[in-house]
Protein backbone atom coordinates (compact mmCIF):
# COMPACT_ATOMS: atom_id res chain seq x y z
CA UNK A 1 0.00 0.00 0.00
CA UNK A 2 3.12 2.17 -0.02
CA UNK A 3 3.13 2.52 -3.80
CA UNK A 4 3.98 5.76 -5.22
CA UNK A 5 -0.06 7.98 -6.03
CA UNK A 6 -1.31 5.63 -3.90
CA UNK A 7 -2.94 6.28 -0.37
CA UNK A 8 -4.47 4.32 2.23
CA UNK A 9 -6.85 5.98 5.13
CA UNK A 10 -8.24 3.95 7.44
CA UNK A 11 -11.59 4.46 8.24
CA UNK A 12 -15.50 3.90 7.56
CA UNK A 13 -16.79 3.24 3.81
CA UNK A 14 -19.70 5.41 2.51
CA UNK A 15 -22.08 2.03 3.03
CA UNK A 16 -20.66 1.62 6.40
CA UNK A 17 -21.53 5.35 7.54
CA UNK A 18 -24.86 5.06 5.08
CA UNK A 19 -26.00 2.48 7.79
CA UNK A 20 -24.65 4.24 10.75
CA UNK A 21 -26.91 7.67 10.07
CA UNK A 22 -29.66 6.35 8.61
CA UNK A 23 -32.32 8.49 10.31
CA UNK A 24 -31.57 12.52 10.92
CA UNK A 25 -31.69 12.27 14.29
CA UNK A 26 -28.87 9.61 14.65
CA UNK A 27 -26.55 11.72 12.47
CA UNK A 28 -27.29 14.93 14.74
CA UNK A 29 -26.53 13.10 17.35
CA UNK A 30 -23.63 11.62 16.02
CA UNK A 31 -22.42 15.10 14.59
CA UNK A 32 -22.84 16.86 17.74
CA UNK A 33 -20.67 13.97 19.48
CA UNK A 34 -17.53 14.31 16.62
CA UNK A 35 -17.98 18.25 16.90
CA UNK A 36 -18.31 18.81 20.83
CA UNK A 37 -17.63 15.56 22.85
CA UNK A 38 -20.61 15.50 24.31
CA UNK A 39 -20.97 18.81 25.72
CA UNK A 40 -21.95 22.06 23.37
CA UNK A 41 -19.47 25.34 23.59
CA UNK A 42 -18.52 28.17 21.90
CA UNK A 43 -16.21 28.05 19.17
CA UNK A 44 -15.08 31.73 19.81
CA UNK A 45 -14.99 32.12 23.46
CA UNK A 46 -15.92 28.10 25.07
CA UNK A 47 -18.86 29.48 26.85
CA UNK A 48 -20.79 26.51 27.51
CA UNK A 49 -23.83 28.78 27.88
CA UNK A 50 -25.10 27.87 24.21
CA UNK A 51 -28.50 26.37 23.24
CA UNK A 52 -28.69 22.97 21.55
CA UNK A 53 -29.53 22.30 18.40
CA UNK A 54 -30.56 18.26 18.98
Do not use: F
Not at 7 to 19: D, I, M, N, P, S
Not at 35 to 41: H, Y
Amino acid sequence: MKAPGKAYRKGLTLLQVTEMLNDEQKAKEWLAEQRWKGRPQCPHCGSTNVQSWI
